[in-house]
């Protein structure tokens, strides 16, 4: 999707696959069942010889429609919607590894992905944890049953920034494939694909919804990835173009048997909230590097993690690579300054644990999101007790700056 008609092409997508009566948003859909008065054409459709909706837990056409709008979003050729952003990650995961593969992953993920690959390395799936702000670390950490690489584009909450476009390199000369979490970012601020991406996750939930109203989860196929070399295909799946077969088992193992299903209703909101996607998050952004400058300046605060200061470690990857640093940032307030006092003196930023919403949110983040973590693995990820992070809303500027210092003051 072209960066100048975003939001154009966004706002229309509905509309343009002529749905039911005229409407511009493709209705609410919450049939379990389909259909069909021809036997032959049900079973057509269960072995893929024919598109069509078998059951709620594999394909409806609400959602159906979000995936085909998200594909837009990021440039690829296929997409498949889940309940959760969490749910996106486990099924890819599980369905396209095995016992004795082993994956690369940044050591800076978000704490519900990270325990999530506890649960891998359980299952018998190796995992090695490495800086991916280098690439070097990532080279070093491959082995020989090595399948995956998984890394986000900004991580919550110190934001680090992998070298993405290295480690795509990397993966498509090791015949890797290459899986980015591009909720921080969305498709509006970078595409994965531009990278080498062979799989994109977004967290639906966050920006592309960006109301706080619904979970929703995507896999995005960019088709750069070769499935024929891959050896977990199942042949049940080999039925449709190569490009596909990732995808298809996602989608298969994920839904069918998984079932991580995306209900229609959050599926409307989340396609509802996309429309304006472009224009939250830049207002997001604006408000966002407003507040790291002014914290960054305060002497109740000792340090600000956010990619839009020249003093950041990837600030100069981050200017390259994105259309702008992101709405999230995180500081740690100086010795003496209690984080939940400062939390409770906020007005306007909201204590909650959610990101990408409308509003402005903060949370305390070593007694929270990452408290089971435990404090050795937190110090490695940059998270002191006294940090707190927060996703910047689309506030009017000026308020929140007053809010912030009077809250600090």
Not at 63 to 84: H, P, Q, Y
Not at 155 to 172: K, R, V, W
Not at 324 to 345: M, Y
Request: aromatic content about 8%; hydrophobic content about 40%.
């Amino acid at each position: 999707m072209s960066k100048n008609k975003f939001s154009t092409t966004i706002l229309h997508a509905d509309r343009r696959e002529h749905p039911e009566h005229g409407v511009l948003h493709k209705p609410i859909h919450t049939s379990v069942a389909f259909g069909y008065e021809d036997a032959r054409e049900i079973a057509d459709v269960f072995q893929g010889k024919k598109s069509g909706y078998s059951y709620g837990r594999q394909s409806n056409p609400t959602v159906e429609t979000l995936a085909r709008k998200i594909s837009g979003m990021e440039d690829g050729i296929a997409s498949v919607c889940f309940g959760t952003g969490m749910a996106a990650i486990a099924a890819t995961m599980l369905s396209l590894l095995r016992q004795g593969d082993h994956i690369v992953a940044s050591s800076f993920l978000f704490g519900n992905t990270n325990s999530f690959f506890g649960t891998l390395q359980t299952l018998g799936i190796q995992v090695s944890f490495v800086d991916a702000t280098v690439l070097g670390n990532v080279e070093h950490a491959l082995q020989p049953n090595t399948r995956a690489v998984f890394v986000e584009t900004i991580a919550n909450p110190a934001t680090q920034i992998a070298d993405l476009a290295g480690i795509g390199e990397l993966c498509s000369r090791q015949g890797l494939i290459y899986i980015v979490d591009n909720t921080m970012t969305s498709p509006w601020l970078f595409q994965p694909r531009s990278v080498g991406a062979s799989l994109v996750i977004n967290a639906l939930t966050k920006y592309v919804g960006g109301h706080g109203n619904a979970l929703a989860g995507a896999v995005t196929e960019t088709g750069l990835f070769d499935w024929t070399r891959y050896p977990h295909i199942y042949d049940n799946y080999k039925n449709v173009d190569p490009s596909l077969w990732g995808i298809t088992q996602i989608r298969k193992k994920g839904l069918r048997d998984m079932g991580g299903a995306l209900a229609p209703e959050a599926a409307h909101h989340i396609s509802v909230g996309a429309d304006t996607l472009a224009l939250r998050l830049d207002k997001s952004c604006e408000n966002a590097l407003a507040i790291a400058r002014f914290c960054n300046s305060h002497p109740k605060v000792s340090k600000v993690f956010y990619p839009g200061l020249e003093s950041h470690p990837q600030y100069e990857r981050a200017r390259k690579l994105f259309r702008k640093p992101g709405s999230l940032l995180s500081i740690e307030l100086a010795t003496g300054v209690d984080c939940f006092d400062f939390l409770n003196a906020l007005d306007l930023v909201i204590t909650a644990s959610n990101l990408g919403d409308t509003r402005s949110l903060g949370i305390p983040v070593a007694h929270t999101i990452f408290f089971e973590m435990g404090p050795q693995r937190r110090a490695s990820m940059g998270v002191a007790d006294s940090m707190v992070r927060l996703s910047i809303g689309i506030e009017d500027t000026d308020d929140l700056l007053a809010d912030f210092a009077q809250a600090l003051g």
